[in-house]
């Protein structure tokens, strides 16, 4: 069985006072009882001084007396006389003598039988005998001596005190379990506020925000605010998603339907063309759905360094122009490279290809003749520059943005992928990319973090 969290803070609420009770008449008891004994043992000695006093006292008389054959006869029994009669006057205590052989000299009435006898000087509590037991030494003969004194009224004073202590601890934890509850009620109120918010934002109403609660650097207020953040970041990522979607749909729908054109007029006329023509619109759309793939791939992506090896970046760029130069040799653009001999990069190597002739390609489209395409490395710092037209400056911000297409270029074949990969590639090595004008013609610079 499962308990609500305000339960399992209320019990542990109510545990830690039982605990905190229970520890403290513990000791209090405790305390009270070592004191009970020590003055009880003091008040032992008291007798037992007072005892050999009175035996010392009645030996001196005796010493001063003429001597004769009974008095080591009778001096013992005078002794045993002298304890009687103490023991007799003092109505709360009784007492045992016991010899150095182990024989009992002398017992009160009714001594009680102790099995374990405490050593000379120290004292014990039966309490299945109700007694309190004290150990000495006679001064006059060196003998072993018990005091005892029944101990009912003391004993029963514990119990009493013991129980009334345990009553108290645990009413005392059964009314803090209640205060404990609610406590934990008002502490997470404010999440039960923010969770009863949350059940209300779906996919449909994320712009939906949870009011700031409690003070400033509050750690409701935090999570509140935190949660905000969240939401922001998912509508916009549904956002991105449903714009990905649409725009998507519409680039699929436009070759799509050339095709069904070209296909019916190819079976209206039997023209080849329309064959040819639907062939085409069919490979552009394989291309499309290639960069989609590619895109959704290389999404959040980041490659472990397993997957990262040394590359020479001059002979890597190489590899790629060689495939590209054609294109660039036909509108006459002139490459210029400048890139040492010995660059190394430690990056995964078919993505750095794919960046390079990302933005190769791109500067061959936005290139006019007889431009120039640059390609520049310094240390921590990789620059594409091209000499064709600046791109607005509203439109920088969204260049990598997926399907993105500047309004100055909607004829140039493409479908607004390229930029977007590449940003992704470029990311999941670890690096950055950025673009800017210059005052003739646009740079892309990557940072490289090694």
């Given at each position: 069985?499962?308990?609500?969290?305000?339960?399992?803070?209320?019990?542990?609420?109510?545990?830690?006072?039982?605990?905190?009770?229970?520890?403290?008449?513990?000791?209090?008891?405790?305390?009270?009882?070592?004191?009970?004994?020590?003055?009880e043992?003091?008040?032992?000695?008291?007798?037992?001084?007072?005892?050999?006093?009175?035996?010392?006292?009645?030996?001196?008389?005796?010493?001063?007396?003429?001597e004769?054959?009974?008095?080591?006869?009778?001096?013992?029994?005078?002794?045993?006389?002298?304890?009687?009669?103490?023991?007799?006057?003092?109505?709360?205590?009784?007492?045992?003598?016991?010899?150095?052989?182990?024989?009992?000299?002398?017992?009160?009435?009714n001594?009680?039988?102790?099995?374990?006898?405490?050593?000379?000087?120290?004292?014990?509590?039966?309490?299945?005998?109700?007694?309190?037991v004290?150990?000495?030494?006679?001064?006059?003969?060196?003998?072993?001596?018990?005091?005892?004194?029944?101990?009912?009224?003391?004993?029963?004073?514990?119990?009493?005190?013991?129980?009334?202590?345990?009553?108290?601890?645990?009413?005392?934890?059964?009314?803090?379990?209640?205060?404990?509850?609610?406590?934990?009620?008002?502490?997470?109120?404010?999440?039960?506020?923010?969770?009863?918010?949350?059940?209300?934002?779906?996919?449909?109403?994320?712009?939906?925000?949870?009011?700031?609660?409690?003070?400033?650097?509050?750690?409701?207020?935090?999570?509140?605010?935190?949660?905000?953040?969240?939401?922001?970041?998912?509508?916009?990522?549904?956002?991105?998603?449903?714009?990905?979607?649409?725009?998507?749909?519409?680039?699929?729908?436009?070759?799509?339907?050339?095709?069904?054109?070209?296909?019916?007029?190819?079976?209206?006329?039997?023209?080849?063309?329309?064959?040819?023509?639907?062939?085409?619109?069919?490979?552009?759309?394989?291309?499309?759905?290639?960069?989609l793939?590619?895109?959704?791939?290389?999404?959040?992506?980041?490659?472990?360094?397993?997957?990262?090896?040394k590359?020479?970046?001059?002979?890597?760029?190489?590899?790629?122009?060689?495939?590209?130069?054609?294109?660039?040799?036909?509108?006459?653009?002139?490459?210029?490279?400048?890139?040492?001999?010995?660059?190394?990069?430690?990056?995964?190597?078919?993505?750095?290809?794919r960046?390079?002739?990302?933005?190769?390609w791109?500067?061959?489209?936005?290139?006019?003749?007889?431009?120039?395409?640059?390609?520049?490395?310094?240390?921590?710092k990789?620059?594409?520059?091209?000499?064709?037209?600046?791109?607005?400056?509203?439109?920088?911000?969204?260049?990598?943005?997926r399907?993105?297409?500047?309004?100055?270029?909607?004829?140039?074949?493409?479908?607004?992928?390229?930029?977007?990969?590449?940003?992704?590639?470029?990311?999941?090595?670890?690096?950055?990319?950025?673009?800017?004008?210059?005052?003739k013609?646009?740079?892309?610079?990557?940072?490289?973090?090694?």
């Amino acid at each position: 069985m499962r308990f609500s969290t305000r339960t399992r803070i209320a019990f542990f609420f109510a545990v830690l006072v039982f605990f905190l009770l229970g520890s403290s008449s513990f000791l209090l008891i405790t305390s009270y009882h070592y004191e009970w004994v020590y003055n009880e043992t003091e008040e032992m000695k008291n007798v037992l001084k007072k005892l050999n006093t009175k035996l010392e006292e009645e030996q001196k008389g005796k010493e001063s007396e003429s001597e004769d054959e009974e008095q080591e006869e009778s001096e013992k029994f005078i002794i045993n006389k002298e304890i009687r009669d103490f023991f007799d006057e003092e109505k709360n205590v009784m007492g045992k003598v016991i010899s150095n052989s182990g024989n009992v000299i002398f017992a009160s009435e009714n001594f009680p039988n102790i099995p374990n006898i405490p050593i000379p000087g120290e004292s014990l509590v039966i309490p299945e005998q109700e007694i309190f037991v004290f150990s000495g030494k006679l001064a006059f003969q060196n003998e072993d001596i018990l005091i005892a004194e029944e101990v009912k009224d003391y004993l029963r004073q514990e119990k009493n005190l013991i129980q009334k202590a345990f009553l108290f601890s645990g009413m005392s934890t059964f009314l803090f379990f209640f205060i404990g509850y609610a406590f934990a009620w008002k502490i997470l109120d404010p999440l039960r506020r923010i969770t009863e918010k949350a059940k209300h934002i779906s996919l449909s109403s994320l712009s939906l925000h949870i009011p700031p609660i409690g003070p400033k650097n509050d750690e409701i207020r935090i999570l509140s605010e935190t949660l905000n953040d969240l939401f922001v970041r998912l509508e916009k990522s549904a956002d991105n998603l449903r714009k990905f979607t649409q725009d998507a749909s519409h680039e699929l729908r436009t070759p799509l339907t050339i095709i069904d054109s070209s296909l019916q007029l190819a079976l209206k006329t039997q023209n080849i063309q329309h064959i040819k023509n639907a062939r085409t619109e069919l490979l552009n759309m394989q291309q499309l759905i290639d960069s989609l793939l590619l895109l959704a791939k290389s999404d959040r992506q980041v490659f472990p360094e397993s997957k990262k090896e040394k590359i020479n970046l001059k002979i890597t760029v190489m590899e790629v122009l060689q495939n590209i130069l054609p294109k660039f040799h036909e509108k006459k653009i002139n490459v210029e490279i400048q890139i040492p001999e010995e660059s190394f990069l430690f990056a995964e190597a078919e993505s750095v290809k794919r960046i390079f002739w990302n933005i190769l390609w791109n500067a061959y489209k936005f290139t006019p003749k007889n431009g120039i395409v640059s390609i520049l490395y310094t240390q921590g710092k990789i620059e594409i520059a091209n000499s064709g037209e600046n791109i607005p400056e509203p439109e920088l911000s969204s260049i990598f943005e997926r399907f993105f297409r500047s309004e100055t270029v909607q004829d140039t074949e493409g479908f607004g992928l390229g930029l977007a990969i590449t940003k992704n590639l470029v990311e999941a090595n670890g690096w950055e990319i950025s673009v800017e004008n210059k005052p003739k013609g646009v740079v892309f610079i990557i940072g490289i973090h090694q």
